[in-house]
């Protein structure tokens, strides 16, 4: 299970980081993506780190401004959002790759949510004044 945490409201400009925390397997072998889905949007690739953490990728709208990060002994992966903009208010998911594909082998992460099999609940950030 993928668990997100760490949303909320900030204001513009604001940050906040978000978790995601799996319990009953290790992230150790796993490239991570975060996406997210605003009110009435398509689903959006994020950010996704490679197993090693050796890879990272990021959209557009969001580099320079979001960092992706992982901490393997505490099976956790980060999102640290700075800069937030009203246009980032969505509901951010974290999903796992556990094919051990090409991308694994690679040390490389897919930004394809169809790469991604195991989703978490997700955690709602709003950016709002």
């Known amino acids: 299970q993928l668990v997100e945490s760490g949303g909320g409201l900030v204001q513009p400009g604001g940050s906040l980081r978000l978790s995601c925390a799996a319990s009953g397997f290790t992230l150790d072998y796993f490239a991570i993506g975060w996406f997210r889905q605003a009110p009435g949007k398509e689903r959006e690739f994020v950010s996704s780190i490679s197993w090693s953490g050796g890879y990272t990728s990021y959209s557009d709208s969001v580099k320079g401004r979001f960092t992706i990060s992982r901490d393997n002994a505490k099976n956790t992966v980060y999102l640290q959002m700075n800069s937030l903009k009203r246009e980032d208010t969505a509901l951010y998911y974290c999903?796992?790759?556990?094919?051990?594909?090409?991308?694994?082998?690679?040390?490389?992460?897919?930004?394809?949510?169809?790469?991604?099999?195991?989703w978490g609940q997700g955690t709602q950030v709003t950016v709002s004044s």
């Open positions: 999903a796992a790759d556990t094919h051990l594909g090409s991308y694994y082998y690679s040390d490389s992460a897919s930004n394809d949510a169809t790469d991604f099999d195991y």
